[in-house]
């Protein structure tokens, strides 16, 4: 479903973030993408919705070859892939409610279908109470859970996660796994960036281990080991 | 999803955002409140130089006194041969008892010129003929035939031609109107530009407050006008609430310095002005206005826009 073709990015700068890199990533897969800090694994991901463009090789998602997507394909293919952030990127100036249903008046659903899937999707994340909330009136873990809630209402395919617990305690941690968990069981394909081995150990998934840039491990059931 | 759906959304959106950054919104309004202000101050004062130059100028003119003694005549013959000449506009002839009537109307207070004018047996004034040209600088060609004219009094009876005791004072007064025209319009581009400019950098700055919020729109997939709309509608609406306030706020301002630039210029009252023209003001605020909060928000999203 999701396939890096022998990718290399060098930033203008000089620094090799990603280099010669192949991987495939089949549906429904939960794959963990473990690693230091500067191992290359934002860079991977920020590939795949085409916010950072390989140097050399090409990624494909599906059987599109992401480089060669229109404004107007990528775009689609962005509201197929939902993303998480460590920073949550919550709009500030909008409620909870209008957050996701930001996500939704994207992807072009009609006002009854938002006014229906938003409260839905935000209890499957337990925050119905706080749909009228600003952003800045919730905790870390909270504003993690409607980024989430945000990133899975269009029903995505894939569901990127950047170190979406690097700001969380580890109980908030805990529970944002486990969410992205379920959310992985109900058939979305999961990747998740992180450099904390007790999450990763609990996944109990697949493991790519990267290292400057490189692949050096890839673990069908793995276990965080650096 | 139809087209409509989607404006009304990003309208919607535009609005929230305006009303939720109310303290960017604020300092938005303030600094295009003052661009607008200068603008509108800068049209009014044009006007109101354009106009002072105007009534100057149609009060230059060439007058020839005749003799008292000069007959119907000789005046008549003067009075063709100048309306045959190009640069006159108009030639205007006061006879001798308008000329008296006319000068005791100006000294009606004055009782001892009146008293000595009653003691004389006739009237001491001439006829006289009022000359005004096409444009300024042709009184000086004008003054040249009359004064040749005068040269042969004896058949035309002239008595005096007046320009020359004006002249340097016209001259003056014309170079001054036009170089503080020249000067105003400098200044006021200069003005006008600083202001649009920091309007311009005002509303940048309440844009890039919302780097991260534009970020995120982008990777949720957002269409650029998706991203763009909200911004160039709060755009729009500083324009329409500065250039509202700023017309209302003309109204008290010119109505307290009327009369002041009445006494000033003489004949131009910038309150008549801004009700006699409103709808001009009303034209260039608002549409200078919605124009410069519109394209500046525009141009500043596209920076952030990714896609």
């Known amino acids: 479903m999701i396939y890096y073709d022998k990718v290399t990015k060098i930033y203008e700068d000089g620094a090799h973030a990603v280099e010669d890199i192949t991987l495939g990533i089949d549906a429904g897969e939960f794959v963990s993408i473990v690693g230091h800090s500067g191992a290359g694994k934002t860079t991977l991901l920020k590939m795949l919705f085409a916010e950072v463009r390989p140097t050399e090789g090409s990624i494909f998602f599906g059987s599109r070859d992401i480089g060669s997507l229109s404004n107007q394909e990528l775009l689609r293919m962005r509201r197929n892939i939902g993303t998480i952030f460590q920073d949550f990127r919550l709009i500030p100036t909008k409620t909870v409610y209008e957050n996701i249903a930001f996500a939704l008046e994207v992807a072009g659903k009609s006002d009854e279908d938002i006014k229906a899937d938003v409260p839905h999707v935000l209890e499957l994340v337990g925050l119905f109470h706080k749909i009228w909330n600003f952003p800045n009136q919730l905790s870390g873990g909270e504003q993690q859970r409607v980024a989430i809630a945000r990133a899975i209402v269009n029903q995505p395919d894939v569901l990127i996660a950047d170190e979406p617990t690097g700001n969380l305690d580890p109980i908030n941690a805990h529970d944002v796994v486990e969410i992205l968990k379920k959310i992985n069981d109900l058939g979305t394909t999961v990747l998740l960036a992180t450099h904390n081995k007790s999450i990763v150990d609990t996944v109990k998934r697949r493991v790519v281990t990267m290292d400057q840039g490189s692949i050096i491990r890839d673990d069908k059931s793995g276990k965080y080991v650096l | ?307």
């Open chain 2, 1 to 307: 999803m139809s087209l409509w759906i989607n404006i009304k959304r990003v309208a919607r959106y535009g609005f929230i955002g305006f009303i939720r950054n109310g303290f960017v919104s604020l300092s938005a309004v303030l600094i295009m409140t003052i661009t607008l202000f200068v603008v509108a101050t800068i049209l009014i004062s044009g006007a109101a130089l354009n106009e002072t130059l105007q009534n100057l100028k149609a009060r230059v003119d060439v007058s020839v006194y005749f003799t008292t003694n000069a007959t119907a005549e000789q005046i008549e013959d003067i009075k063709k041969m100048l309306e045959g000449q190009p640069e006159v506009a108009s030639v205007t002839y006061l006879d001798r008892e308008s000329a008296l009537a006319r000068f005791r109307e100006r000294h009606k207070s004055d009782q001892r010129i009146l008293q000595a004018l009653d003691e004389l047996d006739e009237n001491p004034l001439g006829a006289s003929l009022e000359v005004r040209a096409k444009e300024v600088s042709q009184y000086e060609a004008i003054a040249k035939f009359l004064e040749a004219q005068q040269e042969k009094s004896a058949t035309t009876g002239i008595d005096n031609v007046n320009f020359y005791q004006n002249k340097t004072a016209i001259d003056r007064l014309t170079s001054i109107i036009e170089t503080s025209n020249r000067v105003g319009i400098a200044l006021a581009l200069i003005l006008g530009l600083a202001s649009v400019l920091i309007s311009f950098n005002t509303i940048r700055l309440a844009i890039y407050t919302s780097r991260n919020e534009i970020g995120v729109m982008n990777i949720v997939g957002a269409g650029r006008w998706y991203v763009r709309g909200p911004f160039v509608i709060a755009g729009i609406l500083y324009g329409l609430v500065s250039g509202l306030i700023v017309l209302v706020l003309l109204y008290p301002f010119t109505l307290y310095f009327g009369p002041a630039s009445q006494r000033f210029l003489g004949e131009f009252n910038v309150f008549t002005y801004y009700a006699s023209n409103f709808a001009l003001l009303f034209l260039v605020v608002m549409g200078g206005g919605i124009a410069l909060g519109a394209l500046s928000s525009y141009l500043a999203v596209r920076r952030y826009l990714r896609t």
